[in-house]
């Protein structure tokens, strides 16, 4: 199985702020990595697929890089909704998730 | 508006079964693969089951050891999980959530249900 490692665990940040977001596969996985966004009491929302690729009504703001076993989601400047748990998500070898990062207001 | 909706979710003793399922409006759900995800505080969001677009492909996480079954009903537009053998390591808030893209399955998720929470306690 292969394992995604989110670091780190919780991001305290003011509007405003870039945000980086670390995923560290096991082992390779291409481009293989999405992330989402989930709020409290939502499920989650596709944000970036295939590492880079932004999904349908995603803000210009989100932007994920990265390839083989390291991944980053940028958010350029945070705004109050951006407030949030992120997961990567793999679907090289079957597909799992990561941890999650809390993005939480500073 | 693309939605889904997932019912069927409660209480159930160890051993106990249920069936959950989710109806989808705003696009016709046999054009898609669909997966059912799970989401628990101590085990995190796990993938639990697939059924592709064309209803014959079908696959489990390795847990489930032949315990859910996944199944569509064109004419319903939705998908269901049937779980049998429920553990309490079950208890989770289950969602469907259908593939990004249209007859051809990416694997990636959008748009999720908003879940149905399982709790399997004696």
């Known amino acids: 199985e292969i394992v995604l490692t989110q670091s780190p665990a919780t991001l305290s940040l003011s509007p405003g702020d870039r945000a980086t977001l670390s995923c560290r596969a096991s082992?390779?996985?291409?481009?293989?990595l999405a992330w989402y966004q989930q709020k409290p009491g939502q499920s989650p929302r596709l944000l970036i697929y295939?590492?880079?690729n932004r999904a349908a009504g995603i803000p210009a703001r989100f932007s994920g890089s990265g390839s083989g076993t390291d991944f980053t989601l940028t958010i350029s400047s945070l705004e109050p909704e951006d407030f949030a748990v992120y997961y990567c998500q793999q679907r090289y070898n079957w597909l799992t998730f990561g941890g999650g990062t809390k993005v939480e207001i500073k | 508006q693309v939605q889904l909706v997932e019912s069927g979710g409660g209480l159930v003793k160890p051993g106990g079964s249920l069936r959950l399922t989710c109806e989808a409006s705003?696009?016709?759900?046999?054009?898609?693969?669909m997966s059912w995800i799970r989401q628990s505080p101590g085990k995190g969001l796990e993938w639990v089951a697939y059924i592709g677009f064309g209803g014959i492909s079908t696959y489990y996480g390795d847990f489930v050891k032949g315990r859910f079954t996944i199944s569509r009903d064109a004419a319903k537009n939705s998908v269901s999980l049937q779980m049998n053998g429920l553990r309490v390591d079950d208890t989770a808030v289950y969602y469907c959530?259908?593939?990004?893209?249209?007859?051809?399955?990416?694997?990636?998720?959008?748009?999720w249900g908003q879940g149905t929470p399982v709790s399997v306690s004696s």
């Open positions: 295939d590492a880079s």
């Open positions: 959530a259908r593939d990004r893209k249209r007859h051809a399955p990416s694997d990636w998720f959008d748009p």
């Open positions: 082992q390779s996985i291409s481009s293989d």
């Open positions: 705003g696009f016709t759900l046999s054009d898609y693969s």
